[in-house]
């Protein structure tokens, strides 16, 4: 009991490491457990379930927390159309938090003393397991193998196989984490800042090369329908969606931006549904807010996607945008018209009960109805004396 220790799974070279090395070298009894939010089918689930075991695990389990991620995560960027520097929906870099929370809930379920994760010491997701942890659990101690002993590669296969475990070690010539809101890709190129993605990096081939027009009905700022086909479980429209979109090379890009940790890095992404929901949702959010709903959400958004991205969802400041991001969608009904082509999609247009474009007030540069042309020069005068003022008072010239 004293040496229970509970490791974050994936599965992969890293954390099969870590089992071995923690079970033979430093004598903890090792429960694995792998976070499922939606990034892993029932094949790959059955596949590191029998890695752990073989590995020496005491037990693992798979947790899964999809619709946890959605409910509070996934909508709220919705909501606030979040995209890291205009870019970036914050993909699998958002499940981390989940994850860990998922992770840390288990050890105390267990009575764990110890928790493990596989991070190295040069990106984000280690200050994001981390501080999780040390926020949910602060009595349990933090073992990160990784990231302290500084091995390479290399060193990691070695010792696996010096201590009985061999597996299919070859490399993957780019790394690929798939998940419900995205799939990031890292590579060579990715660690250059002038190299682009090549086609064979992405893990969906551009196969549908034929044009099609899609249908995505909101409610109250959630996607409920594709093409009239309603469904109450948002992750599974997002599973749908991606599964059209995908084949035709859509949502691929490649993120540059500020690390927690102070560098500058970069990552492709693959996300057809989060880049087709976030801009139809936008684009519908034109219609039906004001201007000063609109340029609010936006200011409270990009914080909110920040403090995603930088591992303070515990933060309660978090909750407090994510009412006010709520609160906003409650006109956002109707449905949004898209074209798919190979490459790039198109925004046709929106129908919805609760459009501002109401042609009983008038039709942009048509015609007035809801004022006359005095109205328009005696505001225009008022409007104007601020600035009157000052050009009389200064005798400056624009």
Not at 174 to 193: D, R
Not at 317 to 332: A, G, I, P, Y
Request: with cysteine; glycine share 8%; aromatic share 12%.
């Amino acid at each position: 009991m004293k040496n229970k220790l509970v490791l974050a799974f994936s599965g992969g070279l890293d954390t099969s490491f870590c089992v071995k090395y923690l079970t033979e070298e430093k004598g903890f009894e090792v429960y694995t457990a792998t976070a499922n939010t939606g990034g892993f089918s029932e094949a790959a689930r059955e596949r590191i379930e029998e890695k752990a075991y073989r590995l020496g695990a005491k037990e693992h389990v798979t947790i899964d927390v999809t619709r946890d991620y959605y409910d509070k995560c996934i909508r709220y960027m919705v909501f606030g159309n979040v995209l890291r520097n205009n870019t970036y929906p914050i993909s699998v870099s958002s499940e981390r938090i989940f994850q860990a929370i998922a992770i840390i809930e288990y050890a105390g379920k267990i009575g764990a003393r110890y928790v493990a994760h596989g991070s190295t010491g040069a990106g984000n997701d280690q200050v994001r397991f981390d501080l999780t942890f040390k926020v949910l659990a602060p009595d349990i101690e933090i073992i990160t193998p990784i990231r302290d002993l500084v091995l390479s590669r290399e060193q990691e296969i070695a010792y696996l196989r010096d201590h009985g475990f061999d597996d299919d070690f070859v490399k993957m010539q780019y790394s690929i984490n798939q998940g419900l809101w995205g799939t990031s890709i890292g590579g060579k190129e990715t660690l250059t800042s002038d190299k682009p993605l090549p086609e064979e990096a992405y893990p969906t081939p551009m196969t549908a090369t034929e044009s099609r027009e899609l249908e995505l009905t909101f409610h109250q700022g959630e996607l409920k329908a594709i093409d009239g086909e309603t469904c109450d479980s948002g992750p599974a429209l997002i599973s749908a969606l991606e599964e059209i979109a995908a084949p035709y090379a859509i949502g691929r890009d490649i993120h540059i931006g500020d690390t927690i940790i102070g560098i500058k890095g970069r990552v492709g992404f693959e996300a057809a549904a989060p880049l087709l929901i976030i801009k139809a949702h936008h684009l519908l959010e034109k219609h039906t807010l004001t201007k000063w709903q609109l340029y609010w959400k936006e200011q409270i958004a990009t914080w909110y996607g920040m403090f995603f991205h930088e591992a303070m969802y515990l933060d309660p400041v978090m909750r407090n945008m994510e009412v006010f991001l709520e609160s906003t969608q409650e006109k956002v009904n109707g449905k949004v018209f898209i074209k798919l082509s190979p490459y790039r999609f198109e925004l046709l247009g929106i129908e919805s009960p609760n459009d501002l474009m109401n042609p009983a007030f008038g039709v942009y540069g048509e015609e007035n109805k809801a004022w006359t042309a005095a109205d328009v020069k005696g505001f225009t005068a008022i409007l104007g004396n601020a600035q009157k003022i000052f050009y009389s008072v200064n005798k400056n010239k624009p």
